[in-house]
């Protein structure tokens, strides 16, 4: 069936460190694809998306990486600071209004 | 301010006990969406709208209905609650090809 997953559950980073956190996919159709963080007790914030045209988008701070080969998508978060400490979630919309979220990945950020 | 707003934030009930979690945005989005949120699960979709008037159905929505009979709202009830129903629920809004919005969730208890 389809499915979005992570690679790790949990990434500890020293605060200042590059953080990837990395999400496979398993639907060759999908289009779309976003990540989004989601801080304790709030809802799942959207940080940046990309669509299956593009192998790489750039935001502030972040980037997203896509392999359609190997169905892989990876985010990037440079110098990484104590408020990005989240649950993070790759999301993928499979055509229309439906979106599978992975599991998610918790990031901790050491100072 | 734009936002998704969903009631109650937290509720504590019983079996069978029919129970309604109303969700309201004020962006004007045609599509909203309920999730739930369960450990190592990620967001599963429950149901989702595409207007006023249209529905589907998600991953996972035994147990569930919905209705939209007005742009902004769009109202999970649960009828006859069970224990396993007992989780965290999110409500989201988004144009369509559009990034969703979140709530920030309401965590339900099914004793």
């Known amino acids: 069936g389809e499915s979005v997953g992570l690679h790790l559950p949990t990434l500890s980073v020293q605060e200042g460190d590059n953080s990837i956190i990395n999400c496979a996919y398993s639907?060759?159709?999908?289009?779309?694809f976003i990540w989004y963080k989601q801080e304790s007790g709030k809802g799942p914030q959207f940080i940046i998306d990309?669509?299956?045209?593009?192998d790489k988008r750039q935001g502030q701070r972040v980037t997203v990486l896509l392999n359609k080969t190997v169905k892989h998508l990876s985010l990037q978060i440079a110098a990484t600071q104590p408020g990005d400490s989240a649950v993070y979630f790759c999301?993928?919309?499979?055509?229309?209004?439906?979106?599978?979220f992975g599991a998610g990945t918790r990031l901790f950020v050491k100072a | 301010e734009a936002q998704v707003t969903q009631n109650p934030r937290y509720l504590i009930t019983v079996t069978g006990k029919k129970l309604t979690v109303t969700c309201s945005q004020n962006?004007?989005?045609?599509?909203m969406s309920w999730y739930r949120q369960d450990p190592g699960l990620g967001l599963r979709q429950i149901y989702y709208?595409?207007?006023?008037?249209?529905?589907d159905k998600g991953d996972v929505p035994e147990g569930y209905k919905v209705s939209r009979k007005e742009k902004r709202n769009f109202p999970l009830i649960l009828e006859s609650p069970s224990p396993n129903q007992t989780s965290l629920y999110f409500c989201?809004?988004?144009?369509?090809?559009?990034?969703?919005?979140f709530g920030d969730g309401t965590r339900l208890s099914i004793l």
């Open positions: 989201a809004s988004s144009q369509p090809d559009g990034t969703q919005h």
């Open positions: 639907n060759s159709a999908s289009d779309y």
């Open positions: 990309i669509r299956s045209n593009m």
């Open positions: 999301a993928e919309n499979t055509g229309g209004f439906k979106t599978i």
């Open positions: 962006m004007n989005h045609e599509y």
């Open positions: 709208s595409m207007n006023v008037e249209v529905t």
